[in-house]
Structures are given as structure tokens and as C-alpha cells.
């Protein structure tokens, strides 16, 4: 239908950093983006990282704070096991929860809307 949903949008994150270019930059954007999402008026049905991703997810990122509020706000933050494992931070994961790839493919397959970064 034409009619905007009422449910939030899906993220897919599959970087630490938004677009290419600078890199601290890029960190400084994508703190900026998450931090700008706990503002909506409907908050994202889910945060999907992949990839480098899922460096936001973990113990010591400046991101932790801003899924923590999400996530309490009804988001499902989701991370994919195979990249935690890649990047040696499984056992660092301070937010959210473990998913694999069928998980994330059901979820982006199902979303009425998906935002890709």
C-alpha cells in the first residue's frame, strides 16, 4: 500500500564508518547517524551489523550507549556470528544480540522498508 507504515524502518550497517573517503570522518557519521535514529518518533524495528559493522556493537565503541537506547526502545540490534568470530569480538559484544546469516536474510527479506549503509 501507498499508506507509510507505522512499523520502523530495517538498517542494515555493514561498515564502522559511513561511505568512503576519510575515515575518522566516516567513524564521526556513523555515530552521528546512530545517535540520530534513538530520535525518531518511531524507532528502527531493527540495526543489523555486518562486516566491520559489528566493531559498533562491541565493548569500548562510542555506539554502545546509542544501541543500548534503542534497543530498550523496542529495536532488535542483531550482529552476525560469522563477523563477530572474524574480528576476534564475540566475547565482546556489549549490546544486542548473535544472529546468522538466515537469521539476517529472513529480516531484511520481511522489512517493509530497509536502509543500507
Known amino acids: 500500500s501507498c499508506m507509510p507504515s507505522n512499523e520502523g524502518v530495517t538498517v542494515l550497517i555493514t561498515s564502522n564508518q559511513i561511505g ?6 566516516g567513524k564521526i557519521l556513523i555515530k552521528g547517524f546512530l545517535f540520530s535514529m534513538t530520535e525518531l518518533p518511531v524507532p528502527p524495528k531493527a540495526v543489523i551489523f555486518m562486516n566491520s559493522g559489528v566493531h559498533l556493537v ?3 565503541s562510542n555506539t554502545v550507549e546509542d544501541l543500548r537506547t534503542l534497543s530498550a ?9 560469522t563477523c563477530l568470530n572474524f574480528y576476534s569480538l564475540m566475547d565482546k559484544v556489549a549490546v544486542g544480540e548473535v544472529t546468522d546469516m538466515f537469521g539476517i536474510v529472513s529480516l531484511l527479506s ?3 522498508r530497509l536502509i543500507t549503509l
Request: proline letters at 0%; glycine letters at 20%.
Open 20 to 25: 568512503r573517503g576519510n575515515e575518522e570522518l
Open 58 to 60: 562491541a565493548e569500548g
Open 73 to 81: 526502545k523496542g529495536t532488535k540490534v542483531l550482529s552476525c556470528g
Open 110 to 112: 520481511s522489512a517493509a
